[in-house]
């Protein structure tokens, strides 16, 4: 069974970074593209970034500049990287699998972690 275990949400202030972690088996994190995804209260969960497994990244336009994505090989971690957060960046946040590269949609969920950006 593949698991994708988050961790890194909390509570921050306006302007303040949070970095998350998502650690998964070096069979998937090795093979598989990896992402995240977020769902605020009230909306569709939507996509935040992927990077492949080679390293190329894809960002949503609401957090390019932002946020990075990065992949720590020899943990088999996936992490994000949030500046400069604003309360729109609140949301759960959930980390992906991605069986088809950086183009496809999530194979596999997290259970996902909340940020919330607030003053």
């Known amino acids: 069974q593949v698991q994708l275990v988050e961790s890194g949400g909390g509570l921050v202030q306006p302007g303040g970074s949070l970095r998350l972690s998502c650690a998964t088996s070096?069979?998937?994190?090795?093979?598989?593209?990896m992402g995240w995804y977020r769902q605020a209260p009230g909306k569709q969960r939507e996509l935040v970034g992927v990077v492949s497994s080679g390293g190329r990244t894809n960002y949503a336009d609401s957090v390019k500049g932002r946020f990075t994505i990065s992949r720590d090989h020899a943990k088999n971690t996936l992490f994000l990287q949030m500046n400069s957060l604003k309360s729109e960046d609140t949301a759960v946040y959930y980390c992906t699998a991605h069986k088809w590269g950086l183009n496809g949609t999530p194979t596999y969920w997290g259970q996902g972690t909340q940020v919330t950006v607030s003053s």
């Open positions: 070096g069979s998937i994190f090795s093979s598989y593209a």
